[in-house]
């Protein structure tokens, strides 16, 4: 196995990861929140990644890692650090990459979702770990974890996770995370999301 910082080459598997996490009962969440189709949303994230002024997000390339096994992409994921500028540059991406029509409807949607900012912010963050399903069950996820950690210079590192995704809770704190807070992201039943609540998992590591 191989790990790697991400290139250009890599957002498509990147993208369908993310949406594959984000999936709901019948779309997932950028879906739901843009009010696209699949393939509109993909255009939308791919301008997000292809952005070379898009730095320190979960919607940004430099912040991604990508496992390689014989070749292939195995799996990613993402570290974030979500002090000040994490929020500023989050925020400058969709007034520049949404149409008009398309970020009147995502802010009208996001303004109707509670508010965890206070609970997430100045906290170094691993996100959208993602495996493909040729590549399961041979460590990828835990090595792409781990070489996260190892960048990460705070005491604490943590992990968001959908309340309802028991298998990768259990995963999660087999790898040393401990529930820190369950945070409410949505309705009930959701409209957005896959959940109606958020984990936010934590371990400790200096």
Same mark, same amino acid.
């Given at each position: ?43 939308? #994230? ?14 940004? #390339? ?30 400058? #991406? ?8 398309? #970020? ?103």
């Amino acid at each position: 196995m191989m790990l790697r910082n991400a290139k250009k080459e890599d957002i498509p598997f990147i993208i369908d990861g993310i949406l594959e996490i984000e999936k709901t009962e019948n779309s997932n969440s950028y879906n739901n929140l843009f009010g696209t189709e699949s393939e509109e949303t993909k255009i939308i #994230l791919s301008a997000f990644f292809n952005d070379e002024e898009n730095f320190d997000t979960e919607l940004s #390339l430099n912040s991604f890692a990508v496992a390689e096994i014989d070749g292939e992409i195995a799996g990613c994921c993402s570290k974030i650090f979500t002090n000040q500028d994490y929020y500023r540059n989050k925020g400058e #991406l969709f007034p520049i990459h949404l149409s008009s029509d398309v #970020l009147k409807i995502f802010m009208n949607n996001a303004q109707t979702l509670p508010d965890s900012r206070a609970i997430s912010e100045n906290k170094s963050f691993v996100e959208y770990i993602f495996v493909s399903k040729f590549f399961r069950k041979k460590g990828v996820a835990e090595a792409l974890i781990q070489k996260s950690i190892e960048k990460i210079n705070s005491e604490k590192v943590y992990i968001n996770v959908f309340s309802t995704n028991d298998y990768a809770i259990e995963y999660y704190r087999k790898l040393g995370f401990e529930k820190f807070k369950e945070v409410k992201i949505d309705e009930n039943p959701p409209r957005f999301y896959p959940s109606a609540e958020k984990l936010i998992m934590v371990k400790k590591i200096n």
